[in-house]
DNA sequence: CTGAAAGCGCTTACAG
DNA sequence: CTGAAAGCGCTTACAG
């Protein structure tokens, strides 16, 4: 391995000046040795060892991306939501001449350990599962961390999320406007015994629209499950089988959505003739399914890009022009809702 | 931030000690001293600097994720296929004690600048297009390296890949089976100009299934295109405009046959009724269309496991029982394919 | 069982 | 414009 020792040997010059032309000081070195030092970095395609730059740098460069290990769902990535985003915030990561280390961790010590090892320069929290954890997070770690779709009371941290409530309302407000009155909610309002905020700010929307309409709020038509496509199936034929009264259905999740339709077709029931369907997150399988799934879309490349400009305008500036950032949602119409008035 | 200096001064004694404790050298350490060294280390969850032990221990413990930047593509994580590897990838990399850092990149000084960058102790290329630059990969980066997919003729490469050629022809036997004889192939043959081998073997496959039945191969029949939803609508739509005089569809990737479905749809022709498509990889979508599409399986959970420890046996063994695995293909037999007799 | 010394590949003041 | 010295937080021989 060709090291700056080297590379000042082969020139004639000290260390030092090496490292002054590699970190572009150039106003401290004179034009003639720069130009040396240059070829000769290029013959051995000398790139600096990072892990002992950011031993004395008080920068590792290093950007931590913390996901949750799920019991009962392993592998995190195969969300498209997660994958997504996780997608967009390597490229805007790699583009600001940072490096992405990825890692599922189960608590706080895990937490910890991995940005104190890393000496990490920041980190992005890409689910809000540690809300009723921040406190402690901050507390061990004093760097730079953005939260996505936090919704902590802690002041300062610094977060990206979207309008939830708003998701929430205009999806209910949708569904009536089509007729419908018995409307399921289905989403993880709890997460092992826990409120989810997000899913709860959707919730309150849900009321609200309900309410706005003098529709009375029916604490049955909440239901209470992980969204995923095999719960969505069940729920799908529960309510097909009578045992919800409703004429929609506004779920937190796609996939949910997908898994809805398709339960009510296995007990012969049609989208949207017989039962309306709205999802949330605007993910690609929703056009992939037939009908194609209404659904409320947040812009993920945007909260991702956010989330890490964020993160890196903090890192490098110390401070941030805004720590609270909320996104819009919007309505996206396609096929899973229908006119009530069409469904007698 | 604590370092072992501070554990050593408060326990009394020298560093290199407290080191032994940390790194479990509890043979050249007494028990008292242990016992004291690990009470000062809880108390100040101290956990040791890796850029400095990388510094000076022959490891880094960081294994580096490579995937492509694709120009028309920008965000590969939206593929399912490569998100749900990755997370697999991830799992199994923290499972055996590693950190992993993943970058787009786009040619091969990139690739060494970031392996040298971070003295990485391995890497997995998750795509196989680096193929045509393995050869100047393995010369410049002298670490140990997994390729995945990858049909690369250079001896002694550790790769871990699918029997595609056999995927191709159990997919057009499949087909021929079903009465089929004009079949369409559909797949990104070359990219920029230069052959994806993964697609020829399966090509290849789908050469030998319909020789084996006297079925006369027509060059007119392969359409060599990047595999997208959107490509696929216009395949299906071009399918029912009778441009290509054929009664099924194999084509190299799920998301494609999605589309091809899609596209006859807005044609006004239903798979499998008036035309079959058998698609590639067996990814969550093709069970959330409609008909579920019929596909070839790949174990992706295997070939994420396998990469990964062949990866580490190599690092840490410095050598590998098998440097080239080939993962099995089946079929999953769903609804978009039908039988012929029933087309007419 | 314990420790002093050297060194990993860099950067940061500082002196000239 | 150039460099000698100290140090970042560790580990690796080696000596006792």
Redesign the pocket.
């Known amino acids: ?1 060709v ?3 080297d590379i000042a040997a082969e020139a004639g ?5 090496v ?2 032309v ?2 572009g000081n150039h ?7 720069i130009e040396k030092i240059e070829k000769i970095i290029q013959k051995y395609n000398y790139v ?2 990072l892990t ?2 950011s ?4 920068s590792s460069k290093i950007i931590g991306v913390i996901v949750p290990i799920k019991g009962s769902f392993n592998n995190l990535f195969k969300d498209p939501y997660i994958s997504e985003l996780f997608g967009i915030i390597q490229n805007v990561v790699r583009e600001n001449g940072y490096y992405l280390m990825v890692r599922s961790v189960k608590d706080v010590s895990d937490i910890s350990a991995l940005l104190k090892n890393w000496n990490m320069d920041g980190a992005i929290f890409l689910m809000p599962d540690y809300d009723n954890l921040i406190y402690s997070i901050l507390k061990e770690n004093k760097l730079p961390m953005v939260f996505l779709d936090s919704y902590s009371k802690i002041d300062n941290i610094i977060s990206v999320g979207i309008n939830d409530y708003k998701g929430g309302y205009i999806a209910t407000r949708y569904l009536i406007n089509n007729g419908h009155r018995k409307i399921l909610f289905a989403g993880p309002c709890h997460k092992d015994g826990v409120p989810i905020p997000q899913i709860i700010k959707r919730l309150e929307g849900y009321k609200d629209a309900l309410l706005e309409s003098n529709i009375e709020f029916n604490e049955s038509l909440i239901v209470d499950v992980e969204p995923n496509y095999e719960v969505g199936i069940n729920l799908g034929r529960s309510i097909c089988n009578k045992e919800f009264d409703v004429t929609a259905v506004f779920t937190t999740a796609d996939i949910m959505g997908i898994g809805i339709i398709e339960g009510a077709k296995l007990n012969g029931k049609i989208v949207p003739n017989d039962l309306s369907v709205i999802g949330f997150d605007n993910l690609l399988p929703s056009v992939y399914v037939t009908p194609k799934l209404t659904t409320i879309s947040q812009d993920i490349e945007s909260k991702a890009t956010k989330a890490v400009n964020l993160l890196i305008e903090y890192i490098e500036k110390g401070s941030v022009s805004n720590n609270k950032i909320t996104l819009d949602v919007e309505l996206v119409e396609r096929q899973s809702v229908g006119q009530l008035s069409n469904l007698k």
């Open positions: 391995m090291t700056l020792k010059v000290s260390i030092m000046t490292s002054n590699i970190n106003s401290k070195v004179s034009k003639k040795t600096p060892n002992a730059r031993l004395t740098a008080k």
